[in-house]
Every structure is written in C-alpha cells, then in structure tokens.
C-alpha cells in the first residue's frame, strides 16, 4: 500500500473533530485494508509502529529529527532549527524544509507503507556505537522519498505524537462500520453528521459493538480484532486472552463509606487491604515472564526482581495474575507512598541498583489464566481458591490480606487496620464476580481516606516569575471527551521544594519539555501526555474552562507515569462527581 493513503486518511481524521466524521472515513479506509497490512496500517494509525506492550522503543529525540531533516533536505541543523521554532512542530518544520528542497523536483512519491514502516523499526534496532547516526540514516532516507505532508506523518510518528485525535472507542467503531455496516443496514449521513437505526438495528449493533469491545479487551490488539471482525460476531467472542500479551484490567468503583461499598458488591464480600502501588499483570509461560502496566506497557526489564519472584515464586507452568507493586522500607518495615516507587517505571538505567534502592513486594490479588484456562467467568472466591494454589507465599510475594465478612463493623476496623500500616483504604469485592476485563464495574469497590481526587492530563503550562523563572510553574489541566481533552483547571500548588520530598517543579518541567508544542510569551501549549492526579475541594460549573466546570482549590498530588492520557477521568465522570457532590 502506498504511504499516502494512510497519509490521506490522517489528514482528513486530524481534520475533523466529530467523532461520527472519523469513524465514517476510517471505516471506509478499513475496509480497503488488506488482510497482508492490516497489522502495519493499524499501529501507524494508531500512532505506532511496536504494539504498546512491545519492548522495543524507537528512542528518537528532537535533536536526532533536526539532523535527519538537515540530512535529507541539506539545510544546516541551525536553519531547521529556526524554522521548527517558527512552527512549534518538528512535523510541520519537517514539512516545511522538505517543500523547500524539492520545489524545482518532481516527487516520486513512492513511498509505501511497508518501507516506512520497516526504517521506523530498525530505527529502534542500533545499540552502541553508531547508533544515532544508523537512526539519522533511515530517517532521513524516507523523508528525501517524501512529500512534504508524508513527511510530516514520518516525523511525527518517529517521535510517537501523531496528534490525529484517534481513541480507541472510534478505532472499536470503525472496525464496526467497516466489517457489519451493510450487515445492520447503516449507512452514515454526512449532513447530518448521524446515523439512523430501527430499535431493532439498534439492538443489533450495540451488541456487535459489546463484541468488538469484548474481543479488543482481551488482546488489546486492533490488527486480530479487524480480522475476526471479517469473520463474523462468533469469531469476536472466541478471541482468547494469550499468555504472554497483556489484556485490559478490570477496573473498581469508587465508595465514601464502607456501607455503600457494601450495597453495591453485596454481602458477605471480599474485604482487602487496597495497597498504595501500582498494579502489574504478571504473565507467566514455563520460564518466560513478561509484566505490564495498567497502560499495557511491557516493563519486565525494568522489575528483574519481581520477574525473579514470579518465576520462582508462581508454581503453575503457565498462569496470568494481577498483582500490586508495593514501596517497602527495610528500616521501618512500613509501606511506602507509590511516589517513592513510582521512579522505577520508566529506568532505562542503572536497573539492578535502582531495584536495591527501592525494594517492593508483590501483593497478588485476582487470577485470569491458569494453566490454559480462562478464569474470567469463575466467580471471584474460586479465581482467590486457585490463585492460593498457584504460588508460593512470602513475605515479599502474597496474596492481599484479606477478610471474608458481612459485618459493617468488622469492615470498618480492617478499613482502620489497613491505613494504619501505611495503606490507602479498603477494597470491598463481590464473591460471585466474573473479572471483566477493560470496565469499570461494581464487582468491587474501593474506599478510600483521601476521596477527592481525579487523573487529569496536562495540555498548558506557563513559566514561573522571579524565582521561579526556570521552571513551568503552573499547569493547565485537562479531563477526557471522546477524543478530546477539556480543561477543567489550572494546578500550582503541592508541589514540594526538593527532589527527596516527592515531585518539584523542575521534575515536572522537565516531564512535560518533549511534549512542547508552542510557546507564546510565558505560556506554552503542550501535547497531552503528562498525566498526573490533582486532590480538589470541590468541583463547580465554569465558562472558563473548555469543560465547563472547574476543580476548586486543585493540588497536585502525584505524577501518574502509569496512566495514558486516554486513562484519565472523563467528562461524564466529572459530570456524575459533580452531581453527587454533597448538597447537590
Ligand atoms: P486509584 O487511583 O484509586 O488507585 P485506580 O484508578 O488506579 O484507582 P481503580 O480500579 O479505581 O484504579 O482502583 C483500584 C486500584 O487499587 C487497582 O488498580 C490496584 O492498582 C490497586 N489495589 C491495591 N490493592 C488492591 C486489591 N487488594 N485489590 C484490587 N486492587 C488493589
């Protein structure tokens, strides 16, 4: 396939922002998608050219683009460099210089999808010497094949920010459109920017979409979706979750009191120690370990400790368990806060003496795979019976502390147990529960001490003054809409002073510098990628943000290395907090 039908398609995905819109071009694009690409066009679409769960990286900075650009068009470094500050994009400067060079020259415009695709993961193949000008190279070598627009698409997939608005619920529905359009008889109305169905149609495709949704949430992986999305419904529902590919987790709702969790998971329940780390889904296959997180990020180089454990420690050949990281201090023998661990997540170095420094334990709480059988349908108390006798406890590796209970009052003082060796709160689960992967379901529910608080993403920021002129100091925050990030407030305060005491100023300025898009006098937009959680007081409706409401009295509490932009708290989430506010 020739690079520029997938460029065509980003330009008009990144040219709309209704979402209906999106789905009807890419669904019409899917539908020319060989079953041969397929892979390939859907991680470029999606920005990609490694599976997030992949380990291998690209490693392409700025400086590494500025040469390959220099390299291709024969503009010095310093040229390109002023024009990718005129257009605050190194995509468009790419576009720019590339139009200038090949004015006069005819493009070949040649270029497919699968010689992209190729350099941009060989790209990640150099180690040692040579490496950057081995990446510089096959770089450059596709933009001097390039127009000045597929360019722009090499650039900015190369540095992982394709900045075309596509989300995994319009990917879902496009593979809908594309495979069971004709099938339910709907047709996209453009003017109208909507589609029509019979209640009956309707019933229809909302369940071929549960089956996408289904099927994506055990592989994660849109290629085999698309795929046995062609094959038909009973296909999508067959997918099996495979060992060794992470799925999506199941996530929990959220209580203020120990009674409410109760009503919603019945009683007796599940009552658990909820521990202040971060969860890992632990993939086991006879010696192979692979770990990922809640993001689906493979992160086994960087936890050899707890890969070690893992194998010694999971007894059964082959077995997915889902556990939480947890910060443990030698000295006190207490729990840490997530923050002291939370460094480990994205080490590309000094790996071994990292892991010295900040020891964890891995609590396991759920079971998905034993030993080749889905355990998704088992209720929980089997799921908790088999995990039992799948590992091997220690004090490093154990199940969660847990009771089983229907007392309000026994609940309680295991809640006041829990925070007093240093935990969050409490999670309360339902025994007869299936684990569904990828929603948020009231199969268990966590209580916490601290209940106001959201993931938000950071898509503004604004240099300091004085003292602070070194640094961005004050953060415009965003939640989710669709494909879309809404502001919902700016954040300055919580940040702490030195580098010992959590997350400074400095560390947040230097997490977000990749991600500057553009700078007007001391404010700077930025891509949405830095996600962090922010505590508030309460939340209020507000013209001044895109979002309509405002957090009040927002502080920083954590950066959330663990959470995708599209992980953070949505609008509807926001608009449900906000009606449930005490005196609403
Ligand atoms: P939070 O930000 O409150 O940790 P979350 O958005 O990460 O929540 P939720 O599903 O809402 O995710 O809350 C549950 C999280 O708590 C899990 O993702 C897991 O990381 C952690 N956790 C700690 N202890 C347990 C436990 N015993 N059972 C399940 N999850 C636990």
């Not at 695709?117 to 040579?130: E, H, K, P, Y």
């Not at 590796?397 to 060796?421: C, G, M, N, P, W």
Request: aromatic letters at 8%; a neutral charge; glycine letters at 6%.
């Amino acid at each position: 396939m020739l690079y520029q039908s997938l460029v065509d398609v980003y330009v008009r995905l990144a040219g709309t922002s209704k979402r209906l819109e999106k789905t009807n071009v890419l669904s019409g694009f899917l539908s020319q998608v060989s079953e041969d690409d397929a892979e390939r066009v859907i991680l470029l679409l999606q920005g990609l050219v490694f599976p997030v769960w992949d380990e291998r990286r690209l490693g392409v900075a700025e400086k590494l683009v500025l040469r390959a650009i220099s390299k291709a068009t024969g503009k010095s470094a310093e040229a390109v460099e002023q024009v990718w500050k005129t257009s605050g994009d190194l995509g468009d400067a790419a576009a720019a210089c590339v139009q200038a060079k090949t004015q006069a020259v005819l493009y070949s415009g040649e270029l497919s999808v699968g010689k992209v695709f190729a350099n941009l993961q060989q790209v990640a193949s150099f180690t040692g010497d040579g490496t950057v000008d081995n990446k510089v190279g096959l770089i450059a070598e596709l933009l001097t094949s390039a127009t000045p627009v597929q360019a722009r698409y090499v650039i900015r997939t190369a540095l992982g920010d394709l900045r075309i608005g596509l989300g995994d619920g319009t990917m879902r529905d496009a593979t809908v459109w594309s495979c069971f359009a004709a099938r339910l008889g709907l047709t996209y109305d453009a003017s109208e920017n909507d589609f029509q169905l019979t209640p009956e149609q309707r019933q229809q495709y909302d369940r071929v979409v549960d089956a996408v949704q289904f099927a994506y949430d055990r592989t994660t992986d849109f290629a085999s979706v698309l795929s046995a999305a062609r094959k038909g419904e009973d296909s999508l529902r067959s997918m099996k979750i495979v060992v060794g590919k992470p799925l999506k987790v199941m996530l929990y709702q959220k209580a203020s009191t120990i009674g409410e969790a109760f009503e919603v998971v019945d009683r007796p329940a599940s009552v658990e120690y909820k521990y202040d780390g971060f969860r890992l889904q632990i993939h086991k296959k006879r010696e192979e370990v692979f770990l990922f997180t809640r993001r689906l990020e493979n992160v086994t180089a960087q936890f050899p400790d707890v890969a070690d454990r893992a194998r010694s420690c999971i007894s059964a050949r082959e077995a997915i368990v889902e556990a939480e990281i947890v910060g443990f201090d030698l000295a006190t023998g207490k729990y840490l806060p997530f923050q002291n661990i939370s460094v480990r997540i994205q080490r590309k170095y000094d790996i071994q003496e990292t892991a010295a420094k900040y020891p964890v334990h891995i609590v396991l709480f759920d079971l998905i795979v034993v030993e080749g059988r889905d355990c998704t349908l088992l209720p929980y108390k089997d799921r908790i019976e088999l995990l039992t006798h799948a590992v091997a406890q220690s004090r490093e590796f154990h199940l969660a502390e847990r009771i089983t209970t229907d007392d309000e009052q026994e609940a309680t003082q295991f809640y006041v147990k829990s925070l007093s060796v240093g935990n969050e709160g409490v999670m309360l689960k339902r025994l007869d529960s299936p684990y569904q992967p990828g929603s948020r379901v009231g199969f268990g529910v966590k209580v916490k001490a601290v209940m106001d608080a959201v993931d938000v993403v950071i898509v503004g920021a604004e240099w300091g003054e004085g003292k602070r002129s070194a640094w961005l100091s004050s953060f415009e925050i965003a939640c989710r809409h669709g494909d879309q990030f809404l502001t919902i407030g700016r954040v300055g305060t919580g940040f702490k002073e030195k580098a010992e005491e959590g997350t400074t100023f400095a560390d947040l300025t230097e997490a977000l510098k990749p991600h500057v898009r553009a700078q007007k006098g001391r404010e700077v937009a930025v891509a949405p990628a830095v996600v962090i959680e922010v505590a508030y007081e309460e939340i209020q409706a507000s013209p001044s943000y895109s979002a309509e409401f405002a957090l009040r009295f927002p502080r920083f509490i954590r950066l959330r290395p663990d959470r995708r932009p599209e992980d953070v708290t949505t609008l509807d989430d926001i608009r449900e907090l906000y009606s449930h506010q005490r005196g609403k």
